[in-house]
């Protein structure tokens, strides 16, 4: 063992408690629930996002963000993580993934595409808190167009 490092069982339970925050997470996004997605930050997060500004500082921007997103959607929301990291040392942790979001937007508009997503958490008062996000789409550099994969 590291000196200062946590036990491997730790690492381990920490890890599965990461993974069922981001779980909760995405079963609150889908039932377009904001109090419980906003019960997982940090009142202090920081979210890089694709929508501007460049930078959302704090859970009230970043709930107004993501009312607004959820309420440019009507019906339900799909999602579905791919290819999720999760990395766990002391009270810090970061994971990194590709995220499918597909649904109908209120102007019928049907979206499907994949997003790099990142967060960073750290344990706050003995429970894991997403103190940052980041949302990511490839551009193409040749146009400066975002690109939009149907399948990562």
């Known amino acids: 063992m590291i000196a ?6 730790d690492v ?7 993974r069922r925050l981001l779980d909760d997470r995405v079963d609150a996004l889908r039932a377009k629930d904001v109090d419980r997605v906003m019960s997982l930050n940090s009142p ?17 921007a970043c709930r107004t963000s993501i009312v607004a997103w959820l309420n440019s959607y009507r019906g339900p ?3 579905e993580t791919r290819d999720l990291r999760v990395a766990v040392g002391g009270d810090v942790a970061f994971t990194h993934s590709l995220f ?3 649904g109908t937007m209120k102007n019928g508009t049907a979206t499907d595409h ?6 960073c ?12 996000q980041h ?18």
């Open 4 to 9: 200062n490092s946590p036990p491997i069982d």
């Open 44 to 60: 202090d997060i920081v979210v890089f996002d694709i929508p501007t500004p460049l930078q959302y500082l704090g859970n009230y």
């Open 77 to 79: 929301l799909s999602f």
């Open 135 to 152: 949302v990511s789409l490839p551009i193409d550099l040749e146009s400066g167009e975002a690109v939009h994969y149907r399948q990562p």
């Open 12 to 18: 381990t339970t920490d890890e599965a408690c990461v």
């Open 114 to 119: 994949w997003v790099r997503l990142t967060f």
């Open 100 to 102: 499918r979001v597909s």
């Open 121 to 132: 958490l750290r344990k706050i008062g003995g429970k894991w808190r997403i103190t940052h």
